[in-house]
T-cell receptor, first 112, second 114 residues
C-alpha cells in the first residue's frame, strides 16, 4: 500500500527565515510526486510535479526536490502570504486511473 | 486553463435528507473524476473514482449506496449524499483528470448536516 508521511505537522517561521518541509513516501512504482498548497476552506492548488530522483523544480520562493525515498519543499525567505497547508501526494503506475495518495499536510505559519 | 468548479460551495441540510454536489470541468474534458473528503486538520481521503459512462469505483470503507456518484458526461460528475447524518459533515473536494494523469482540483463544498 502506498504511504506518504509529512513532517513536521506544523511549522512556524519568522518572515525571511528559510526552511524545508519533508515528504517521505513508499510507493510501488512512482509515476509522480505532487506538491499542493491548500488555504483554509479551499481546494488544493497545484505547485509542482516531480517524476524522477534528482529532479528539481522552482517557483518564486519555493523549490521542490526528489530522491528515491523523499521529497523536500524548500522555502526561501518566506513571507506571511506563504502561510498555508502544504500537501504532498504520490501517484503510482497502477492501472489507468491516476489515483493520488496524500500525506496529512504541513501547516506553515509565517509571522511578519 | 484546467479549471474545475463545484456547486454549491456550502450547504446545510437536515439529518435524513439527501444533498447533491456538482463537479464540472470548465475548459477540458475529464475522462476521470475523483471525489475526496477532508475532515478538519486531516488530509484528503479518496472516496471514489469515476470514469465517464461507467460505474464508480469506491475505496474500501466507503458506502456506495450512501454516496451515489454519477459521471454523466465528460464535464460533469455529481456526488449525492443520501440520508445524511451529522457524521457526514465534512469538506468534499472533487478533482478531474484528462488523459494526462494530472489532477485538477475544485474549490470544495462544505457540507453541514444538522
Amino acid at each position: 500500500e502506498d504511504q506518504v508521511t509529512q513532517s513536521p505537522e506544523a511549522l512556524r517561521l519568522q518572515e525571511g527565515e528559510s526552511s524545508s518541509l519533508n515528504c517521505s513516501y513508499t510507493v510501488s512504482g512512482l509515476r509522480g510526486l505532487f506538491w499542493y498548497r491548500q488555504d483554509p476552506g479551499k481546494g488544493p492548488e497545484f505547485l509542482f510535479t516531480l517524476y524522477s530522483a534528482g529532479e528539481e523544480k522552482e517557483k518564486e520562493r519555493l523549490k521542490a526536490t526528489l530522491t528515491k525515498k523523499e521529497s523536500f519543499l524548500h522555502i526561501t525567505a518566506p513571507k506571511p502570504e506563504d502561510s498555508a497547508t502544504y500537501l504532498c501526494a504520490v501517484q503510482a503506475y497502477t492501472g489507468a486511473n491516476s489515483k493520488l495518495t496524500f500525506g496529512k499536510g504541513i501547516t506553515l505559519s509565517v509571522r511578519p | 486553463g484546467a479549471v474545475v468548479s463545484q456547486h454549491p460551495s456550502r450547504v446545510i441540510c437536515k439529518s435524513g435528507t439527501s444533498v447533491k454536489i456538482e463537479c464540472r470541468s470548465l475548459d477540458f474534458q475529464a475522462t476521470t473524476m475523483f471525489w475526496y473528503r477532508q475532515f478538519p486538520k486531516q488530509s484528503l481521503m479518496l472516496m471514489a473514482t469515476s470514469n465517464e459512462g461507467s460505474k464508480a469505483t469506491y475505496e474500501q470503507g466507503v458506502e456506495k449506496d450512501k454516496f451515489l456518484i454519477n459521471h454523466a458526461s465528460l464535464t460533469l460528475s455529481t456526488l449525492t449524499v443520501t440520508s445524511a447524518h451529522p457524521e457526514d459533515s465534512s469538506f468534499y473536494i472533487c478533482s478531474a483528470s484528462d488523459d494526462s494523469y494530472e489532477q485538477y482540483f475544485g474549490p470544495g463544498t462544505r457540507l453541514t448536516v444538522t
